[in-house]
C-alpha cells in the first residue's frame, strides 16, 4: 500500500526552531513536496526534493533520504504566521501527477 | 497569488442533487488536476486531464467526472451527490506532466445537506 505519515500536531515558540518528520512508503517516488495551509486556504508551495539532501530557502529547509523513505520540513526563526498545517506529499512514479498526501501537521506558534 | 482561479468558492446542496465546479488554470498551463479535501484531512486525488483527456484517476467513482477545454480550464462535475462529498475541493495547474510545483486555487467548499 501507500502510506505517508507526519504528526499530527505540534506546538512551538516564536523565534524558535521546528522541525517536522514525514515518513513515506509508495509504489515508487518522483519527488516530495511540502505545502503550507493556513485554516480555509489553499496550498501553498514551500518546497520540493527529488535528490537526497537539504534544500534551503530562506527561513525553510526541507531534508530528504530516500532510502530511509524519510524527509523532514525545517523552520527556523518562528513567527506567528507560521501557524498553519504543514502538508507532506510524494509524487508516485508515472507521467501523471498523481500526489499522494499526508494528513498535515497542525503547527501552532506562541508567543 | 497563483493565477489559478476556481468558482463558486461555497456552495450548498441537498443530497442527490448535481454540481459543476469550474476552474481557471495558469496562463500557460496545460495540466489540471483535482483534489478533494475532508475537514481535516489530506487532499485526495480525483483526476488529473492533460491538453483536453484524462490521464490519470484516484478512487472515486464514476459519479465524479470532468472535462478540460481547449483554454485548458476544467470542470468538475459530481452526480447523485452524498452527504460525504461535503468538502474543499480544489484545483491544481502545472505545465506539463514530471518534474515542478502545483499551483493551487483558492478551492470550493461544498456543503450537500
Known amino acids: 500500500g501507500q502510506n505517508i505519515d507526519q504528526p499530527t500536531e505540534m506546538t512551538a515558540t516564536e523565534g524558535a526552531i521546528v522541525q517536522i518528520n514525514c515518513t513515506y512508503q509508495?509504489?515508487?517516488?518522483?519527488?516530495l513536496f511540502w505545502y503550507q495551509q493556513h485554516a480555509g486556504e489553499a496550498p501553498t508551495f514551500l518546497s520540493y526534493?527529488?535528490l537526497d539532501g537539504l534544500e534551503e530557502k530562506g527561513r525553510f529547509s526541507s531534508f530528504l533520504s530516500r532510502s530511509k523513505g524519510y524527509s523532514y520540513l525545517l523552520l527556523k526563526e518562528l513567527q506567528m504566521k507560521d501557524s498553519a498545517s504543514y502538508l507532506c506529499?510524494?509524487?508516485?512514479?508515472?507521467?501523471?501527477?498523481?500526489?499522494?498526501w499526508g494528513l498535515g501537521t497542525s503547527l501552532a506558534v506562541n508567543p | 497569488e497563483t493565477g489559478v482561479t476556481q468558482s463558486p468558492t461555497h456552495l450548498i446542496k441537498t443530497r442527490g442533487q448535481q454540481v459543476t465546479l469550474r476552474c481557471s488554470s495558469q496562463?500557460?498551463?496545460?495540466?489540471v488536476s483535482w483534489y478533494q479535501q475532508a475537514l481535516g484531512q489530506g487532499p485526495q486525488f480525483i483526476f488529473q486531464?492533460?491538453?483536453?483527456?484524462?490521464?490519470g484517476r484516484g478512487n472515486f467513482p464514476p459519479r465524479f467526472s470532468g472535462l478540460q477545454f481547449p483554454n485548458y480550464s476544467s470542470e468538475l462535475n459530481v452526480n447523485a451527490l452524498e452527504l460525504d462529498d461535503s468538502a474543499l475541493y480544489l484545483c491544481?495547474?502545472?505545465?506539463?506532466?514530471?518534474?515542478?510545483?502545483?499551483?493551487f486555487g483558492e478551492g470550493s467548499r461544498l456543503t450537500v445537506l
Open positions: 491544481a495547474s502545472s505545465l506539463g506532466t514530471g518534474a515542478g510545483e502545483l499551483f
Open positions: 496562463s500557460g498551463h496545460n495540466t
Open positions: 486531464y492533460y491538453r483536453e483527456e484524462e490521464n
Open positions: 509508495t509504489s515508487g517516488f518522483n519527488g
Open positions: 526534493n527529488v
Open positions: 506529499a510524494v509524487r508516485s512514479a508515472g507521467n501523471n501527477r498523481k500526489l499522494i
